[in-house]
């Protein structure tokens, strides 16, 4: 894989940040755009916007049609059978919210559990509390080990009579941890438990197909795959979606409205109330586009080579300490520094121009596990390169030197 080719075509990382050339270590965050997807959202917008699924005319039905094709490529991206299973909806956020509000809370009862685990995303945290909250039922941790590893023994003894979901990250945003999904869904299915995999930091780093999977649901964000923000997909098995009812109200998800009742539109319209974001599907479609050009295998590839070698020059830092160092990895390094918080270290390292994250990272139970309240973050796109870790390795060893 050419990384400076690829470089290239991401302009913004031809800028400066405080008078340096910006090294972005914050692609878990947010992936940067490369020209590709940038020119189609506005060539979208100069040539070929209107409303979807509303117009005769033939710029609506262009639009519409790109639309359309942009939910396929989504499908073929992950190896759904069929479009229908593909919702779009604002972020990965919004697809774990439908799915507690329209899947679950109708099914909860007092006492019932729904099971995560300590290294989740608030995302996959608060929603399943707020319904859990509304109708007496919990939310059930497993725990994770010092390496940032699921205890899958605790995990397994967890599931019981009363569990009713099971909801995990593929990957940790924190740890980096890829969890050992096919044991978690082979558990759900044995126990006829359904099973929500929070792919935000998958989709993009690893090769993902769905109709091998055997999950009920899975949820990512398209901004963290090199594609606008304001846009996520639920992918959910086609006879749960038929079954939900929808959660929000409005034009598009119905099939007939009048005052003595309304009937539903067909999946996934079902679940798309109001104008979605049109030009940012299609620029999605786009980012896949590009993506698949690369492969996702080389990506993974490249981006495991960078995380090897990011994290044997870390931990010559002097009183850096790695969180998560589980054997399956990826492209996620936070860390903390002896004597120096973790804001300060982000702070001079901008000083630098290099962007990484500090605080918490949306994953405030994971750091209480591990006695933190926050900690530093660099994290791995594919246009990073190893110049990039050397200068973050450089300006790491300049703060130990200056804090220890
Ligand atoms: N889940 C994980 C693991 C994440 O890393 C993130 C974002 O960082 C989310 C969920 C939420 O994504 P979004 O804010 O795009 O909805």
Not at 60 to 88: C, L, N, P, Y
Not at 104 to 117: C, F, K, S, W, Y
Not at 140 to 150: F, N, Q, R, T
Not at 285 to 307: F, K, N, P, V, Y
Request: hydrophobic content about 45%.
């Amino acid at each position: 894989m050419d990384v400076q080719a690829i470089r290239a075509q991401f302009p913004i990382l031809s800028t400066e940040m405080n008078g340096r050339p910006l090294v972005y270590l914050d692609s878990a965050a947010s992936t940067q755009k490369p020209a590709a997807v940038i020119e189609a959202h506005g060539r979208f917008y100069g040539h070929d916007y209107a409303n979807i699924h509303r117009g005769i005319y033939e710029l609506s039905q262009r639009a519409t049609t790109m639309h359309d094709e942009a939910r396929r490529k989504v499908q073929r991206f992950i190896g759904a059978g069929s479009w229908r299973e593909i919702v779009f909806t604002r972020n990965a956020t919004e697809a774990i919210n439908l799915v507690a509000r329209s899947f679950l809370a109708p099914r909860l009862e007092e006492g019932d559990e729904i099971l995560v685990t300590e290294m989740e995303h608030h995302a996959n945290i608060v929603p399943w509390q707020m319904i859990a909250a509304e109708t007496g039922a919990k939310v059930v941790a497993a725990p994770v080990d010092d390496d940032g590893v699921l205890d899958m023994k605790t995990f397994a003894s967890l599931v019981g009579r009363r569990t009713r979901m099971i909801s995990v990250a593929w990957v940790s945003n924190v740890l980096g941890t890829v969890n050992p999904v096919d044991e978690i869904i082979a558990i759900g299915r044995r126990n006829g438990i359904p099973v929500m995999l929070d792919a935000a930091q998958a989709v993009q780093h690893r090769h993902v197909d769905v109709a091998s999977l055997g999950a009920d649901f899975i949820a990512f964000s398209a901004h963290k795959m090199y594609a606008p923000s304001g846009l996520g997909v639920l992918w959910g098995r086609c006879e749960h979606l038929e079954a939900m009812p929808p959660w929000q109200g409005g034009g598009d998800m119905i099939e007939r409205v009048s005052f003595d009742g309304t009937t539903w539109n067909e999946i996934p319209f079902k679940f798309e109330a109001g104008t979605p974001d049109i030009a940012g599907t299609v620029a999605f479609g786009a980012a896949l586009d590009w993506m698949e050009d690369i492969g996702i295998e080389a990506i993974e590839r490249h981006e495991s080579e960078l995380l090897g070698h990011a994290m044997r020059a870390m931990r010559q830092v002097p009183g850096l300490r790695l969180l998560g160092t589980a054997r399956d990895k990826c492209s996620v390094l936070a860390f903390t520094l002896e004597g120096a918080h973790q804001q300060d270290i982000g702070t001079m390292l901008d000083l630098d121009g290099i962007a990484i994250r500090t605080g918490h990272h949306c994953a405030m139970p994971l750091h209480d596990r591990f006695g933190l309240t926050g900690s530093a973050r660099a994290s791995l796109g594919v246009y990073n390169n190893e110049e990039d870790i050397d200068a973050l390795v450089a300006g790491l060893r300049r703060i130990a030197g200056m804090f220890q």
